[in-house]
């Protein structure tokens, strides 16, 4: 898991943030910061123990740009997604000289945020299990999102994409419920996502054994899938 602290003032977003990044399993949300003097505080007392931000560029007495300027003095290494209502050139250009991950404009949707994970997730793995950087791993450093299936973070089912971080949450949520017989409607409204995802992502996990589909023919219209999560390789 990768330790992920969150630098925003708005409580409301700061809260909506902590809900929907805390829905990744790749993430382990370590804090959250009103200031991006706190934060940088933290973060030179703990240099090894943060893997990625979520940061906001409107931010009390120091912005995000500056805040930015400041970590890099000393920390090279750590991923920024950030995700703010800024959407004037002179910012995105200046963020993107620091070395983002990726810029997600507010609002934001939760679908948008999944991609922003998974490249994240794409360049952790390619960092950390390279040795020799060849021009193909150097173009995989520099496009992600275009090697998400090179690196692992997603695979294909017929023609459909399944999202390696979208696929481990509903993943997650079924073996929570393990035994349980749930409608789409139900697993969709717990994973607040909508039910044509939801319904691909159980149909793989289905393909793969995992997951139990049968039809309820008592609800007195037309027959309701229900699904059961049985666990890998049963």
Not at 54 to 73: A, K, T
Request: charged share 25%; with cysteine.
């Amino acid at each position: 898991m990768y330790n992920t602290i969150i630098v925003e003032d708005d409580l409301m977003v700061c809260s909506i943030l902590t809900k929907q990044l805390g829905r990744f399993p790749q993430l382990a949300l370590t804090g959250s910061f009103r200031r991006c003097t706190d934060a940088l505080e933290y973060i030179t007392g703990h240099p090894d123990d943060t893997e990625l931000i979520v940061l906001d560029y409107y931010m009390p007495g120091m912005n995000g740009i500056e805040f930015l300027s400041e970590l890099r003095r000393t920390n090279t290494d750590v991923q920024v997604i950030m995700i703010t209502s800024a959407d004037e050139y002179s910012v995105i250009r200046s963020a993107m000289c620091y070395g983002l991950c990726d810029y997600i404009l507010k609002p934001f949707n939760s679908a948008r945020l999944e991609k922003a994970v998974a490249k994240f997730c794409t360049v952790m793995k390619l960092k950390n299990d390279t040795h020799v950087w060849t021009q193909d791993k150097i173009d995989m450093l520099l496009c992600p999102h275009k090697h998400y299936n090179t690196e692992g973070e997603t695979a294909k089912l017929g023609t459909s994409k399944i999202n390696a971080a979208t696929l481990s949450l509903v993943r997650s949520y079924m073996e929570k419920h393990a035994g349980s017989k749930m409608p789409l409607s139900e697993i969709s409204r717990g994973l607040e996502l909508s039910t044509v995802t939801v319904r691909r992502y159980l149909k793989h996990l289905n393909s793969l054994g995992e997951v139990d589909i049968t039809l309820d023919c008592k609800t007195g219209g037309r027959p309701s899938e229900i699904f059961e999560y049985k666990g890998a390789g049963e």
